[in-house]
């Protein structure tokens, strides 16, 4: 696995979202801080995750991570970015078919349910996965970016 430039958010420092950043550094990423990670910045849910996601999408980031309680406010939230892909993953098997079938670009995190030892297993599988040279999946990965246009 190649260290990568990661932009993480989380709207909390609860459970995991007080580890997220450093972990991510301990795997040798570059990373970006946004939300309650970044005291400069607001941390609700949805503008924390819209920044790392915008990161993403406008190449000052090549992955993100995104946080909040559920994880689903914050995968909503990365997703209404043009150009991410943010996948809720709750466990190492998700994270890997994410990365591989559906080249998602950012990995939503629930604080409540990641405990440390599960955040490694995740991020261990998300980074180890390689995107699929399947056509009919990349047919699906490229026919995302068509949906909800026109
Ligand atoms: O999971 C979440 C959003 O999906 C939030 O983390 C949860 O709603 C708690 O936020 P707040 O402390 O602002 O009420």
């Given at each position: 696995?190649?260290?990568?430039k990661?932009?993480v958010?989380?709207?909390?420092l609860?459970?995991i979202?007080?580890?997220?950043a450093?972990?991510l550094?301990?795997?040798?990423?570059?990373?970006l801080t946004?939300?309650?990670?970044?005291?400069d910045?607001?941390?609700?849910?949805a503008?924390?995750?819209?920044a790392?996601?915008?990161?993403?999408?406008?190449?000052?980031?090549?992955?993100?991570?995104?946080?909040?309680?559920?994880?689903?406010?914050?995968?909503?939230?990365?997703?209404?970015?043009p150009?991410v892909?943010?996948?809720?993953?709750t466990?190492?098997?998700t994270?890997?078919?994410?990365?591989?079938?559906?080249d998602?670009?950012v990995?939503?995190l629930?604080?409540?349910l990641?405990?440390?030892?599960?955040?490694?297993e995740?991020?261990?599988?998300?980074?180890?996965a390689?995107?699929?040279?399947?056509?009919?999946?990349?047919?699906?990965i490229d026919?995302?970016?068509?949906?909800?246009?026109?």
């Open positions: 696995m190649c260290p990568v990661i932009s958010s989380a709207d909390m609860d459970g979202g007080a580890d997220i450093e972990e550094r301990k795997r040798g990423h570059e990373v946004h939300g309650a990670l970044n005291p910045e607001s941390s609700d849910w503008r924390a995750s819209e790392a996601a915008s990161d993403v999408a406008e190449g000052r980031a090549d992955q993100g991570v995104v946080c909040c309680w559920t994880g689903t406010g914050a995968s909503i939230a990365a997703n209404k970015v150009g892909r943010a996948a809720l993953c466990d190492p098997y994270a890997q078919g994410a990365r591989r079938w559906n998602a670009n990995l939503a629930s604080l409540r990641t405990s440390l030892p599960l955040l490694d995740i991020l261990d599988a998300w980074f180890a390689d995107v699929t040279e399947d056509e009919d999946d990349l047919a699906s026919h995302l970016a068509e949906i909800g246009r026109g």
